[in-house]
Every structure is written in structure tokens, then in C-alpha cells.
């Protein structure tokens, strides 16, 4: 992302050269997944809020208005 920016800056002579390309990009670790047990999904499931909670959590609209489908 930031080198896009820095390259667009340089392709508009905003600056002189793009200092990210000279540095070296962090190796991505890969871990396999761990596929939860039916007792663990079980308790993730109770725990996770439904669609409808976590839109009017997240947003702030009334629950009245989600009923409605306004």
C-alpha cells in the first residue's frame, strides 16, 4: 500500500525516487488451520452475536428500526 502510494508520488515527480523499493518485504509465516472440535464450535456459537445484534451494536440503529426494515 505505501509503496503504491510512494510509486504514484514518484510518477507525479512529487518525489525523486520510491525509498520503499530498496527495502525487503517481511516472509509470510504459514500455519495450517486448526479445525475447532464439535464441543469448542458449539460454545464459539453461543458466544457470537447474531447478524441483526452486531448491525445495531455496530451502527447504533434502533432496534425498532431493524424490525421494520427501515
Known sequence: ????????????????YNPA??????????REMQPLCSKNRFAVNLETPEPLILLE?????????LSLGI
Request: proline residues 6%; positive net charge; hydrophobic residues 35%.
Open 57 to 65: 451494536r455496530v451502527t447504533g440503529i434502533e432496534p425498532a428500526a
Open 1 to 16: 500500500m505505501i509503496n503504491g502510494a510512494l510509486k504514484q508520488a514518484v510518477r507525479q515527480k512529487l518525489i525523486t
Open 21 to 30: 523499493e530498496y527495502t525487503t518485504r517481511p516472509s509470510l509465516k504459514y
